[in-house]
């Protein structure tokens, strides 16, 4: 594991669903899961303060571990999808296939 802490600008979007009484009576992990932390502005988003985050990060094995289920459902995702269209051009093959001319 690896530990690193980080101060970073907190920032609120235009469309937050954020009220002013919010910021004095939510909760951390509301206010956390409302708004944006990055090291800059950005565009139309107010800077409404300052944190400083601490990450524990998992060990290299543990990484590998996270993407590699990431990846795997991806790939399901990918081949589930493309599934659902080999199907539909199947369905257009039949369909025009079964077509029959009837003088």
């Given at each position: 594991?690896?530990?690193v802490t980080a101060t970073t600008l907190v920032?609120?979007?235009?469309?937050?669903?954020?009220t002013l009484n919010?910021?004095?009576?939510?909760?951390?992990?509301?206010l956390v899961n409302a708004l944006t932390f990055y090291d800059k502005p950005?565009?139309?988003y107010a800077v409404v303060?300052?944190?400083?985050?601490?990450?524990?990060?998992?060990?290299?094995?543990g990484?590998?571990?996270?993407?590699?289920?990431q990846l795997k459902a991806k790939l399901q995702n990918t081949q589930a999808v493309a599934?659902?269209?080999c199907n539909q051009i199947r369905e257009q093959i039949n369909s025009l296939l079964a077509l029959e001319y009837k003088p």
């Open positions: 594991m690896r530990t920032l609120m979007g235009e469309y937050s669903s954020l919010d910021f004095e009576t939510a909760t951390g992990e509301r950005i565009g139309s303060g300052e944190a400083t985050i601490t990450l524990t990060l998992h060990d290299t094995e990484l590998k571990s996270a993407k590699v289920e599934e659902v269209k």
